[in-house]
């Protein structure tokens, strides 16, 4: 029987753990999160505003199905926009996730990130995070997936409880009790909705 020599044996061992974790929820989370923490802190990009936010939507777009998110947060008004408003309703209301999601992490990017558990079930799961600021004060990020062929993607984001998607969906459902959808959709390029704050 042929052994491994050293240097192959420790290879092995190193690649081993990363596979074995491959496709669990948190850790694909995990490394989304730290991603989007290093290139915040990456004192080049401090003053490339623009690079660094470019960089930060690629580190999102590898994670959220955002196309998802826009379907929930219209529900069954989904249906009432044409391909065409369809394809800019999911360009903006990526926008605005985005912007919301990235003002509240950079806010944070210093403070302490704990990973609390991970609950699946079949095609879903729940990844429970916390931050906590220097000032002792918490508040929860609890991000929620689905499986896309083997690989986890975010399809909504509680700050505090408080569900991204239905909390736009709320402000989408009122104005469209009054107005068109091409209203809704020139509020959007206005950014004339608000993110969920947080308690803490």
Request: hydrophobic content about 40%; cysteine-free.
């Amino acid at each position: 029987m042929k052994t491994l020599p050293a240097a192959g044996l420790t290879i092995l061992l190193m690649i081993y753990p990363v596979a074995s974790l491959a496709g669990v929820p948190e850790v694909q989370v995990r490394a989304t999160i730290d991603r989007v923490l290093a290139i915040v802190k990456d004192p080049q990009l401090k003053s490339r505003e623009s690079e660094r936010r470019q960089k930060l939507k690629e580190a999102l777009q590898q994670r959220f199905d955002f196309t998802d998110m826009a379907k929930r947060s219209l529900g069954p008004d989904w249906r009432r926009l044409s391909p065409a408003q369809q394809q800019e309703f999911v360009k903006l209301f990526t926008d605005l996730l985005e912007q919301a999601y990235l003002d509240r992490i950079e806010a944070y990017a210093s403070e302490k990130i704990e990973y609390l558990k991970e609950q699946q079930d079949n095609e879903f799961a729940e990844v429970d995070t916390k931050i906590i600021d220097q000032k002792g004060r918490e508040f929860s990020l609890d991000y929620r997936l689905h499986n896309v062929n083997g690989d986890w993607k975010v399809y909504d984001v509680l700050v505090d409880d408080v569900s991204l998607v239905n909390n736009y969906r709320a402000q989408f459902t009122r104005v469209l009790a009054k107005s068109s959808v091409d209203e809704l959709l020139q509020r959007m390029k206005e950014k004339a909705f608000s993110a969920p704050a947080a308690k803490g």
